[in-house]
């Protein structure tokens, strides 16, 4: 990466520059360089910086220097905390993004709906929205290094877009630890295969199995009939079965001790011990990780974003040469093009393509500002996105292949072998587990690789929320060991109620409400304040201060017009396709359920405009109303270095080659 030293005559760039709100020669000079000469998140520092000036060149200038600017970022990075290296980056983002979704949402919805005919428009809306949004996200927080939070001084009237950010990740790490805390119980079962059968191949008393237990291995035909017809229970009466694979009652029973269902407000129907125990030593995991931001966790996922591959690769191989492997494929690859007209088809891969990379939840962008100003971010955005894509088709390849062996082991047809969300991951995976040769190493393997799936994702959805606080509290950054316990035990003690016996539906309720409608209403608002309001040419000088050049031009119209277009017919169609929920498709949520599901929707959703009426209420007051749509005079590069040599171009006190000629956006320059 480029260091740009400003009494060096070898900048790499030249012209002149006439941006940035600098403006030599006014008498605020003194009072603007003092400003801008630092990052946007410490201004005020520096109370001596106004003291002791002398003249030169025609401009107030301090006796030490041009600028109170240090000649490096160093102390800023000191403060801020940075990357130990590009590799950090790259690992952190591609934790983030390939997460416990790839595993289990993606392969069901992929063979729910049409198989490779999901794969088309997956693809599809990962080229036109998927690819820009990823660059967009991440050039935008390397460029101005704040938190989702703070960016938004560059459209202050979409500042509640951020907001929605912060809340959308915060409920979603509050649930997310649950689903690890299932891998850490499933991790402790997997060990007692070593001497016997595995506890779910079994229909085992110890752990609570029923007379409606059966194992596939001993399924009557008459059985295999009716096994695969849905649960009967109080709702459902006809058309249904009381029998349940020993799989699937190790997880209820055992696992979750599940209750009837939601009934009473406030009815959690009692804890089991264990469940809560995995919970508080996931977030003390969690919390070890992160305890010092980006400099511990950069180092943690050397490690946690790398064994999940090598634990799929080998998976992989094993899985395709089971017997009736081809048949898994056959049902995951091949199309149903009929399906590519059917509508909810394309919202449901839109849905998992921004699940799956995490657009709009502030991560990105969080993991950005921790990078060097000029590190070449588009490649890094095209490399992170792409592998996620990668990633997602191999774990449907290592899924299916093995549901297509236990299919034929069984003698049940795939399509009523593979269950959708975690009923994937953690009643139909373990019992294919089960089938294989040592299946208590691949268990441990398995659900090791869940958990740190689980804990790459997590690290971003907390440091989301921790990084706001830093940013407009720089004093916080002196006590983040306090600060980070304080947010893993907040998160520990909300997320209690998704580990008591009715904690799956409550999961249900946050995974569906929470994390749906929200998070595609808040992606919209935020690609339309940066391409609309803030603008896309001045966000393309932007990127091209940090990398050289713009963006190419197919990258622009996908920012401007494709991206607005398609998440405005995703969300209509979403709303217009909505159907109530229920747990399993058979245990119906009370009407109360529904409403506080709502609120979560709104709690986020509505701080879009909230944030808007209050900001524009604000620069009312200051006579100024038609700034809440212009950066602030707080929004500008990061970079101290980068702010520095701006302001001694702008006031000729630069070099005669200088350096930052063609950056001209009129955006800033208005200030």
């Given at each position: 990466?480029?260091?740009?030293?400003?009494?060096?005559?070898?900048?790499?760039?030249?012209g002149s520059y006439n941006n940035y709100g600098y403006g030599g020669g006014s008498d605020n000079t003194v009072m603007m360089k003092d400003?801008?000469?630092?990052?946007?998140?410490?201004?005020?520092?520096?109370?001596?910086?106004?003291?002791?000036?002398?003249?030169?060149?025609?401009?107030?200038?301090?006796?030490?220097?041009?600028?109170?600017?240090?000649?490096?970022?160093?102390?800023?990075?000191?403060?801020?905390?940075?990357?130990?290296?590009?590799?950090?980056?790259?690992?952190?983002?591609?934790?983030?993004?390939?997460?416990?979704?790839?595993?289990?949402?993606?392969?069901?919805?992929?063979?729910?709906?049409?198989?490779?005919?999901?794969?088309?428009?997956?693809?599809?809306?990962?080229?036109?929205?998927?690819?820009?949004?990823?660059?967009?996200?991440?050039?935008?927080?390397?460029?101005?290094?704040?938190?989702?939070?703070?960016?938004?001084?560059?459209?202050?009237?979409?500042?509640?877009?951020?907001?929605?950010?912060?809340?959308?990740?915060?409920?979603?790490?509050?649930?997310?630890?649950?689903?690890?805390?299932?891998?850490?119980?499933?991790?402790?079962?997997?060990?007692?295969?070593?001497?016997?059968?595995?506890?779910?191949?079994?229909?085992?008393?110890?752990?609570?199995?029923?007379?409606?237990?059966?194992?596939?291995?001993?399924?009557?035909?008459?059985?295999?009939?009716?096994?695969?017809?849905?649960?009967?229970?109080?709702?459902?009466?006809?058309?249904?079965?009381?029998?349940?694979?020993?799989?699937?009652?190790?997880?209820?029973?055992?696992?979750?001790?599940?209750?009837?269902?939601?009934?009473?407000?406030?009815?959690?129907?009692?804890?089991?011990?264990?469940?809560?125990?995995?919970?508080?030593?996931?977030?003390?995991?969690?919390?070890?990780?992160?305890?010092?931001?980006?400099?511990?966790?950069?180092?943690?996922?050397?490690?946690?974003?790398?064994?999940?591959?090598?634990?799929?690769?080998?998976?992989?191989?094993?899985?395709?040469?089971?017997?009736?492997?081809?048949?898994?494929?056959?049902?995951?690859?091949?199309?149903?093009?009929?399906?590519?007209?059917?509508?909810?088809?394309?919202?449901?891969?839109?849905?998992?393509?921004?699940?799956?990379?995490?657009?709009?939840?502030?991560?990105?962008?969080?993991?950005?500002?921790?990078?060097?100003?000029?590190?070449?971010?588009?490649?890094?955005?095209?490399?992170?996105?792409?592998?996620?894509?990668?990633?997602?088709?191999?774990?449907?390849?290592?899924?299916?292949?093995?549901?297509?062996?236990?299919?034929?082991?069984?003698?049940?047809?795939?399509?009523?072998?593979?269950?959708?969300?975690?009923?994937?991951?953690?009643?139909?995976?373990?019992?294919?587990?089960?089938?294989?040769?040592?299946?208590?190493?691949?268990?441990?393997?398995?659900?090791?690789?869940?958990?740190?799936?689980?804990?790459?994702?997590?690290?971003?959805?907390?440091?989301?929320?921790?990084?706001?606080?830093?940013d407009g509290f720089p004093a916080l950054r002196k006590h983040k060991v306090k600060m980070t316990a304080l947010g893993c035990i907040s998160?520990?003690?909300?997320?209690?109620?998704?580990?008591?016996?009715?904690?799956?539906?409550?999961?249900?309720?946050?995974?569906?409400?929470?994390?749906?409608?929200?998070?595609?209403?808040?992606?919209?608002?935020?690609?339309?304040?940066?391409?609309?309001?803030?603008?896309?040419?001045?966000?393309?000088?932007?990127?091209?201060?940090?990398?050289?050049?713009?963006?190419?031009?197919?990258?622009?119209?996908?920012?401007?017009?494709?991206?607005?277009?398609?998440?405005?017919?995703?969300?209509?169609?979403?709303?217009?396709?909505?159907?109530?929920?229920?747990?399993?498709?058979?245990?119906?949520?009370?009407?109360?359920?529904?409403?506080?599901?709502?609120?979560?929707?709104?709690?986020?959703?509505?701080?879009?405009?909230?944030?808007?009426?209050?900001?524009?209420?604000?620069?009312?007051?200051?006579?100024?109303?038609?700034?809440?749509?212009?950066?602030?005079?707080?929004?500008?590069?990061?970079?101290?270095?980068?702010?520095?040599?701006?302001?001694?171009?702008?006031?000729?006190?630069?070099?005669?080659?200088?350096?930052?000629?063609?950056?001209?956006?009129?955006?800033?320059?208005?200030?």
């Amino acid at each position: 990466m480029p260091s740009y030293q400003v009494n060096d005559d070898t900048y790499g760039r030249s012209g002149s520059y006439n941006n940035y709100g600098y403006g030599g020669g006014s008498d605020n000079t003194v009072m603007m360089k003092d400003r801008y000469d630092r990052p946007p998140a410490y201004n005020g520092r520096d109370s001596n910086s106004g003291t002791n000036r002398k003249r030169e060149n025609g401009h107030s200038r301090s006796k030490s220097s041009v600028v109170q600017a240090p000649l490096s970022t160093d102390s800023e990075e000191y403060e801020r905390g940075h990357w130990g290296s590009k590799a950090e980056f790259i690992l952190s983002c591609i934790g983030y993004s390939v997460g416990i979704g790839n595993v289990w949402r993606f392969p069901y919805l992929a063979y729910q709906n049409g198989g490779g005919a999901f794969l088309v428009p997956y693809f599809i809306l990962l080229l036109l929205v998927g690819k820009p949004m990823y660059y967009m996200e991440t050039a935008l927080g390397q460029f101005a290094r704040l938190s989702p939070l703070q960016i938004w001084r560059c459209a202050p009237i979409a500042t509640g877009v951020g907001v929605g950010m912060i809340i959308l990740s915060t409920i979603v790490a509050i649930y997310y630890n649950v689903i690890m805390a299932y891998s850490i119980i499933y991790v402790g079962a997997s060990f007692r295969g070593i001497s016997e059968d595995l506890p779910w191949s079994y229909c085992g008393e110890w752990w609570g199995a029923d007379e409606n237990c059966v194992t596939r291995s001993n399924l009557t035909e008459e059985q295999k009939l009716t096994i695969v017809l849905p649960r009967c229970n109080a709702y459902r009466t006809e058309n249904c079965s009381s029998l349940q694979s020993s799989p699937e009652q190790f997880w209820e029973k055992y696992i979750l001790g599940i209750g009837p269902g939601l009934t009473e407000f406030g009815d959690l129907n009692g804890f089991k011990y264990d469940l809560p125990m995995a919970l508080a030593l996931s977030w003390v995991v969690v919390f070890l990780c992160l305890m010092k931001g980006v400099k511990s966790s950069g180092k943690v996922v050397y490690f946690t974003a790398t064994f999940p591959y090598l634990v799929l690769i080998a998976l992989l191989v094993r899985g395709v040469t089971l017997p009736g492997a081809t048949e898994g494929l056959y049902y995951l690859f091949v199309p149903e093009w009929s399906r590519l007209l059917d509508p909810i088809v394309w919202r449901k891969a839109a849905e998992q393509m921004f699940f799956s990379l995490g657009l709009s939840w502030g991560g990105l962008i969080m993991f950005g500002s921790y990078n060097k100003f000029h590190n070449k971010i588009h490649i890094d955005a095209a490399i992170v996105s792409s592998l996620d894509f990668i990633t997602s088709i191999i774990s449907s390849c290592v899924v299916f292949s093995v549901l297509g062996y236990l299919s034929q082991q069984t003698g049940i047809d795939i399509k009523d072998v593979a269950k959708g969300g975690q009923g994937l991951a953690f009643v139909a995976y373990p019992e294919a587990l089960a089938s294989l040769p040592l299946p208590w190493l691949w268990s441990i393997l398995f659900f090791l690789m869940l958990f740190f799936l689980g804990l790459d994702s997590e690290f971003a959805l907390l440091e989301t929320s921790l990084t706001a606080l830093y940013d407009g509290f720089p004093a916080l950054r002196k006590h983040k060991v306090k600060m980070t316990a304080l947010g893993c035990i907040s998160c520990f003690l909300l997320g209690l109620p998704c580990v008591s016996s009715n904690g799956q539906y409550v999961l249900d309720l946050m995974d569906t409400y929470g994390a749906g409608f929200a998070v595609l209403w808040i992606a919209l608002w935020e690609v339309v304040a940066i391409m609309w309001i803030y603008g896309y040419k001045n966000f393309s000088k932007d990127i091209a201060l940090m990398i050289g050049s713009e963006p190419m031009m197919l990258t622009k119209i996908c920012w401007v017009a494709l991206c607005p277009i398609i998440l405005i017919v995703i969300l209509g169609m979403a709303l217009y396709f909505w159907e109530q929920p229920t747990y399993s498709g058979t245990i119906p949520y009370p009407e109360w359920a529904h409403w506080i599901g709502w609120g979560l929707v709104g709690l986020s959703a509505v701080q879009v405009p909230l944030w808007a009426a209050i900001m524009s209420m604000v620069y009312c007051c200051k006579r100024k109303v038609s700034k809440v749509a212009s950066p602030s005079k707080l929004w500008g590069p990061g970079d101290a270095q980068v702010r520095k040599a701006i302001f001694e171009e702008q006031n000729g006190i630069a070099p005669r080659k200088q350096v930052y000629g063609g950056y001209d956006n009129q955006a800033i320059s208005a200030y």
